[in-house]
């Protein structure tokens, strides 16, 4: 859906061009946007390459494995559908704490499997369950403490300080957490008492 909307963002733009005459416009930010795109993409790459070799550090160690065991306990008053002991609990504490270490890429794989997972044990195939729209929440708003790609961005741009940002994400995706686990938690509420 994003992708049709930038599409049309696009073409009316292209049109617009056009009509006003503005086709030496057009050309110019067709080619000075492809050239950012790709400075951005080879001074990105290594930190994003840095960090997805941590996570896979981590995985092959069991170092995320252990952190995942430890969190289930955490995430099982928040995921009372699920029966205790199901792999889903591990693929959502996977995904939280690789999130949490700005690890989006490395996450989203564990965020499908536990998908997955979660619409095998959901009674009803053709809605959400409770536990799928609570893990949405987590993971949409999700605690970071090492912003990766923005700390990337920071040091490609020549920030003074790249990771000034830290503690403000922080701050603010936890807060974006709670608030969205107190309005999950509200209408779970309202939902049972229909």
């Known amino acids: 859906m994003v992708s049709k909307i930038w599409g049309y963002f696009i073409l009316i ?3 617009y061009g056009l009509m006003t005459g503005n086709v030496t416009a057009i050309n110019e930010t067709i080619l000075a946007s492809t050239k950012t795109a790709l400075e951005l993409l080879f001074q990105i790459f290594p930190v994003v390459a840095l960090w997805l070799g941590i996570a896979e550090i981590t995985t092959q160690s069991g170092l995320l494995e252990k952190l995942s065991h430890h969190l289930t306990k955490v995430l099982g008053p ?15 504490a996977s995904n939280i704490i690789a999130n949490v270490f700005g690890l989006g890429s490395a996450a989203t794989p564990f965020g499908l499997k536990a998908m997955s997972s979660l619409q095998e044990i959901n009674p009803e195939k053709e809605k959400a369950s409770s536990s799928m729209i609570t893990f949405t929440t987590i993971n949409t708003s999700g605690v970071t403490i090492i912003p990766t790609t923005i700390i990337a961005l920071r040091i490609l741009y020549k920030s003074v300080d790249p990771t000034k ?12 957490t709670l608030a969205g686990l107190l309005l999950d938690y509200i209408y779970r509420r309202w939902r049972h008492h229909e």
């Open 165 to 176: 940002t830290v503690i403000s994400t922080l701050l603010a995706t936890f807060l974006a």
């Open 78 to 92: 928040l995921f009372p559908e699920i029966p205790k002991g199901h792999i889903s609990l591990s693929y959502i």
């Open 13 to 15: 733009g292209i049109v």
